[in-house]
C-alpha cells in the first residue's frame, strides 16, 4: 500500500514545505495539489518548490484537466517537472470539475480525455504529435523519454472505461471499499477488453483521514461528501437513479442535495452541507482511533486499492501526518 496526502492551494508556502518534509520523513509516497488555479493558487508552482525540498515524494495534480491549458504547454511543463525532480512526477487527470465549471465552462468529453492523455504522454516522451488546436505538429527536442503515468478520475460507467482503456491508474473520492471494489472492478475489466495488462494498473482511495472522538471527526470532515455528491449529481443527470449503473448506496445520499457553490468547492463553509448524514461521511471518511483507520485500510486495500491518499484539508494536518508515521505506515510496510 502507498500512501498519499493532498494539498489546496491555501497551504503557504512556508507551511507547505515543512508538511511534505514531514510526510515524507514518515513514509508517504506522495504529495498530490488541487489544481484549480481560480480557486487557489497556481498548483505547479507550488509542486516545483516542495520537489526541492524532499528526495523520494512523487507529485502530481489531483487531478488536472485537458481544457485548462494547451496541450503543448501542458507537456511542456509535465516532462520539464518530471526532469528537474527527476522522474518524480505523476498527474491525475479528470474531465474538469471546479475548475472549468467556477468560470462557466463547461468540462472535457470523455474523447478528449483519452486523446489528451495519449496525446501528452507521447510527447512528453519526445514523439511528434499533431492535435487540433495546433495546426502544425509539435515535438519537444528535449525531451528525455520519460513515461509519464496518468491516473484518470471516474465515477460513472464511461468514464471507468476510459479509465481503464487508457490510463495507468484510477482516482476514486471515496474512502468505501466496497464502493472501491465496484469502480474498480469497472475499470479493470475495461482495459482486459480492450487487450491491456492490468498487472500494473493502481487504484488511488482518496479521502479525508481524522483521529479523535466520533462526532468531533465527522464535523471536520461532512465537507467531503458534499463534493462527491456533486460528481454523483452528474451521473444520476446523465443515467438516473436506478439504472443500476451507479450502486443505489451512492445516489440515495444525494436525493436531498440542493445545490453546489463551486466557489465553495471542497470547503467546510460550502452552504450544501445540509443533506449529508452521520453515516455518510463515516462511510466516505477515515475516522477514529488508530485502530479503525488501520482496519479501513486493511479493508481498502483488500478492494484493490494500491494506495490511500489523505486529503490534508480538514485541520491538525501536522497530527495526522504524524500519527500515520508512528502508527499506520510501518504496520502496512511489516505486513
Excluded at 175 to 196: H, I, N, T, Y
Aim: with cysteine.
Amino acid at each position: 500500500m502507498e500512501f498519499g496526502i493532498t494539498f489546496k492551494g491555501f497551504v503557504s508556502p512556508d507551511r507547505a514545505r515543512n508538511l511534505v518534509r514531514q510526510a515524507e520523513a514518515a513514509g508517504f509516497d506522495y504529495c498530490w495539489f488541487y489544481d484549480s488555479h481560480i480557486l487557489w493558487r497556481e498548483s505547479f508552482v507550488a509542486m516545483a518548490m516542495c520537489m526541492e525540498h524532499t528526495k523520494t515524494m512523487r507529485f502530481g495534480p489531483c487531478v488536472t484537466n485537458p481544457n485548462i491549458r494547451d496541450w503543448s504547454l501542458s507537456a511542456s511543463l509535465y516532462a520539464s517537472l518530471a526532469h528537474q525532480s527527476n522522474g518524480r512526477f505523476d498527474i491525475g487527470l479528470g474531465r474538469g470539475d471546479s475548475s472549468m465549471r467556477v468560470m462557466g465552462k463547461k468540462p472535457a468529453t470523455l474523447a478528449r480525455l483519452a486523446e489528451f492523455t495519449t496525446k501528452v504522454k507521447a510527447m512528453v516522451r519526445g514523439e511528434e504529435v499533431e492535435y487540433g488546436e495546433c495546426p502544425e505538429p509539435v515535438k519537444l527536442p528535449w525531451a528525455t523519454g520519460y513515461d509519464l503515468p496518468v491516473w484518470i478520475g471516474a465515477y460513472g460507467p464511461k468514464a471507468l472505461a476510459t479509465a481503464g482503456q487508457v490510463g495507468d491508474g484510477l482516482i476514486l473520492q471515496i474512502g468505501d471499499p466496497d464502493l472501491v471494489k465496484w469502480f474498480k472492478d469497472q475499470a479493470l475489466s475495461a482495459g482486459k477488453e480492450a487487450g491491456r495488462d492490468m498487472s500494473n494498473f493502481k487504484v488511488q482511495a482518496a479521502a479525508p483521514a481524522y483521529f479523535g472522538d466520533m462526532d468531533y471527526c465527522i464535523e471536520h470532515t461532512k465537507w467531503f461528501p458534499a463534493m462527491v455528491g456533486n460528481h454523483v449529481a452528474d451521473i444520476v443527470e446523465k443515467y438516473g437513479n436506478d439504472s443500476g449503473l451507479v450502486p443505489k448506496s451512492l445516489t440515495d445520499y444525494i436525493e436531498k442535495r440542493r445545490g453546489y457553490d463551486y466557489s465553495k468547492h471542497g470547503q467546510s463553509d460550502n452552504p450544501f452541507l445540509d443533506f449529508i448524514s452521520e453515516d455518510i461521511v463515516k462511510s466516505f471518511c477515515v475516522l477514529g482511533t488508530v485502530e479503525d483507520h488501520i482496519g479501513r485500510i486493511k479493508a481498502l486495500e483488500e478492494a484493490g486499492t494500491t494506495q490511500f491518499n489523505i486529503y490534508l484539508d480538514s485541520g491538525d494536518e501536522e497530527e495526522i501526518i504524524a500519527q500515520y508515521g508512528r502508527h499506520i505506515i510501518p504496520k502496512f510496510n511489516q505486513d
